[in-house]
């Protein structure tokens, strides 16, 4: 046992994720756990306890790639060796760090042998230490984009597949996949998503009594790891031993077609599209039975599988949360296995169930927005020249992404390997050796995600909501946008006497249409202090932004009193062109007789200046041009 680690059986609560571990380890064919909640609930504490009471797994040491033994690789020295014997080990447990290189994951050309021997000999990478064990990923609505399609592909296939430097190599790469997030953060993307089994929310108690506990366990952890780890053996022991027994069984476990007919059914009715929904609930449903001893399925481990596999998986709309109705789940449980209780038709059950929809639909129209209808997109027709993991923008010189050349550099951060190996043969092919003059560098282009900053005019009389219902579905529109490119997003409003941040940067489009759905309207316009925070906010950001504006530009709040408003705004506007800060300005002026303020303050910005009403037209792209540093 490793001392250091929290023992799995002493967490506190938290009974949803125990059980989705265990699950993963009963059927690692379930393809992992999706842990999502806020910092500080023992995501991670959790998923590195796990190893400690995984049943031990037969392997040959020293083997880089986990090979079963009786089928090893085809290219594993180490298993196809004469002598080679398999022994007792424990399950791999491999963190995949969000900084890692795409060849530090996939494997690459041994770089000291090839420059030894001129040999091309693969060098393993993380998802052939992670076979038949665990690959763990914190933050995973962090990763880059260049490495969620790798794991994508690993996924799919149980290969991973490296065509690189003049190699050609597959080898097996089956693993549970454990991610952790924090939704503030913001999502993943659905492709991925779906890859994950199972999914399970975690708070922290909201117990005084728990709360206690929680923290006087992990004083004793810290203060003495290894006689907290002995007091708790006991539990482990046994933890270790269910978990044996139900890995024998599972394949005894059966699941009727009536519980079959259910499965299908509740992944129709909460509209899941992927079929691998209905595959998972089978299997999880299994396990379940197997984790608690029997062979035979029934209706509530259909019900518990439902809750770990549906949420994540089920039809959403933009900025919903995942989750089931639990009243929902209870009800088409009760339709599916009771369609004719005490008389009542399904036909009459269903038709109350849709008034039932029609009624909780009616009351969560919580605040006014219009409706978006489409996805508004913001193009970008320029280079940046930071970079950060998106879609928005090109970036030059990105750390990752397609290689397009290579330079000369002698102390190369991102090494090509066949271009210095081809200017050391170049230069003396009798007597080979690479010297620094020989060393290149790659040079990539990637695409890279933008900070959005929206600063929202929510001044006005109470006449002015009518407005702020366009204002607000403009906004939705566009942050769905900047959810698909994986940007940034922070919200700035204005209204009364100040403007505020009303959202720090952030991944999570969800917290910037909570923030705005309870945006209250009304005030004077104090636009130059929105210029001010917005200029504040960018020059701390490392992104690269893009200002979206909206307003009628009637600016009568002077951040300096006897100061003019109006002036005050056109500074402010001049300093943030100066800086090179794209912008857009979506004019909210309405009426016969305009001013034309906006346009005015969109000058003074270098930006782009549309009417408001002018976002009707279907599939309008918004375009920034001008230089991004």
Same mark, same amino acid.
């Given at each position: 046992m490793n001392h250091a680690t929290f023992p799995f059986s002493a967490i506190v609560e938290q009974t949803w994720l125990k059980t989705a571990l265990l699950l993963c380890a009963v059927d690692p064919s379930?393809?992992?756990? #999706?842990?999502? %909640? +806020?910092?500080?609930?023992?995501?991670?504490?959790?998923?590195?306890?796990?190893?400690?009471?995984?049943? *031990?797994?037969?392997?040959?040491?020293?083997?880089?790639?986990?090979?079963?033994?009786?089928?090893?690789?085809?290219?594993?020295?180490?298993?196809?060796?004469?002598?080679?014997?398999?022994?007792?080990d424990s399950v791999p447990f491999v963190t995949l760090p969000l900084g890692a290189t795409e060849d530090r994951v996939i494997g690459t050309l041994d770089l000291e042998q090839a420059l030894k021997g001129g040999q091309r000999v693969f060098k393993p990478g993380l998802l052939a230490a992670a076979h038949r064990g665990i690959l763990y990923i914190d933050e995973v609505n962090l990763l880059p984009d260049h490495l969620v399609d790798v794991l994508l592909d690993a996924a799919a296939m149980g290969v991973n597949s490296v065509q690189r430097e003049g190699l050609s190599v597959s080898h097996?790469?089956?693993?549970?996949?454990?991610?952790?997030?924090? #939704?503030?953060? %913001? +999502?993943?993307?659905?492709?991925?998503?779906?890859?994950?089994?199972?999914?399970?929310?975690?708070?922290? *108690?909201r117990d005084k009594t728990l709360r206690s506990e929680v923290v006087r366990r992990r004083i004793a952890f810290e203060a003495n790891p290894t006689a907290y780890a002995a007091a708790w053996m006991h539990e482990q022991q046994a933890l270790k031993?269910?978990?044996a027994t139900a890995q024998q069984l599972l394949t005894e476990v059966t699941l009727d077609d009536a519980l079959l007919d259910l499965i299908s059914h509740l992944c129709c009715e909460f509209e899941v599209a992927s079929l691998r929904a209905d595959i998972v609930m089978h299997k999880a449903a299994r396990a379940l039975a197997a984790l608690d001893g029997r062979s035979q399925v029934t209706s509530q481990d259909v019900r518990g599988a439902a809750e770990l596999v549906l949420p994540h998986r089920r039809r959403r709309k933009p900025f919903e949360q995942p989750g089931l109705d639990q009243d929902q789940l209870d009800e088409l449980m009760q339709q599916a296995l009771q369609p004719h209780d005490e008389g009542e038709s399904a036909a009459d059950s269903e038709q109350e169930h849709e008034q039932n929809n029609g009624d909780s639909q009616s009351e969560q129209q919580v605040f006014a927005?219009?409706?978006?209808?489409?996805?508004?997109?913001?193009?970008?027709?320029?280079?940046?020249?930071?970079?950060?993991?998106?879609?928005?923008?090109?970036?030059?010189?990105?750390?990752?992404?397609?290689?397009?050349?290579?330079?000369?550099?002698?102390?190369?951060?991102?090494?090509?390997?066949?271009?210095?190996?081809?200017?050391?043969?170049?230069?003396?092919?009798?007597?080979?050796?690479?010297?620094k003059n020989d060393l290149h560098q790659q040079i990539r282009t990637g695409r890279t995600a933008?900070?959005?900053?929206?600063?929202?005019?929510?001044?006005?009389s109470m006449a002015a909501q009518r407005r702020m219902e366009a204002v607000k579905g403009a906004v939705l529109s566009l942050l769905t946008d900047a959810y698909q490119q994986r940007d940034e997003v922070a919200v700035i409003s204005f209204r009364g006497a100040s403007a505020q941040l009303l959202l720090p940067p952030t991944r999570s489009v969800d917290l910037a249409e909570q923030n705005l759905r309870e945006l209250p309207t009304g005030g004077r316009t104090p636009l130059p202090h929105a210029l001010s925070v917005a200029l504040e906010t960018l020059e701390k950001t490392g992104m690269p932004p893009l200002l979206v504006l909206l307003s009628d530009g009637k600016a009568n709040v002077a951040l300096n009193d006897g100061n003019d408003p109006w002036q005050e705004s056109l500074r402010f506007a001049g300093l943030l062109a100066e800086r090179g800060v794209p912008a857009l300005v979506l004019d909210t002026e309405t009426g016969y007789l305009r001013l034309g303020k906006a346009r005015q303050l969109a000058q003074a910005l270098s930006a782009e200046c549309l009417m408001l009403e002018e976002l009707s037209a279907e599939n309008l792209a918004l375009t920034v041009r001008g230089c991004i540093k």
């Open positions: 379930l393809g992992g756990v #999706l842990i999502r %909640g +806020d910092k500080g609930t023992a995501k991670s504490t959790a998923a590195r306890a796990l190893t400690d009471i995984l049943p *031990p797994i037969e392997r040959v040491a020293g083997c880089a790639y986990n090979c079963l033994p009786g089928a090893p690789y085809q290219h594993c020295e180490t298993c196809n060796a004469e002598h080679a014997t398999a022994q007792a097996p790469a089956r693993f549970t996949l454990i991610g952790t997030m924090n #939704l503030e953060e %913001g +999502d993943l993307r659905p492709q991925l998503l779906d890859r994950f089994g199972l999914m399970v929310e975690v708070t922290a *108690p031993h269910q978990l927005a219009a409706s978006a209808g489409y996805v508004r997109k913001i193009e970008v027709d320029t280079v940046a020249n930071r970079y950060a993991s998106g879609k928005r923008s090109t970036a030059q010189d990105a750390p990752r992404g397609r290689v397009i050349r290579a330079v000369p550099d002698q102390n190369p951060s991102s090494l090509a390997v066949g271009a210095t190996l081809r200017s050391a043969a170049l230069r003396d092919s009798d007597n080979f050796q690479v010297t933008n900070l959005i900053l929206f600063v929202v005019d929510a001044s006005g």
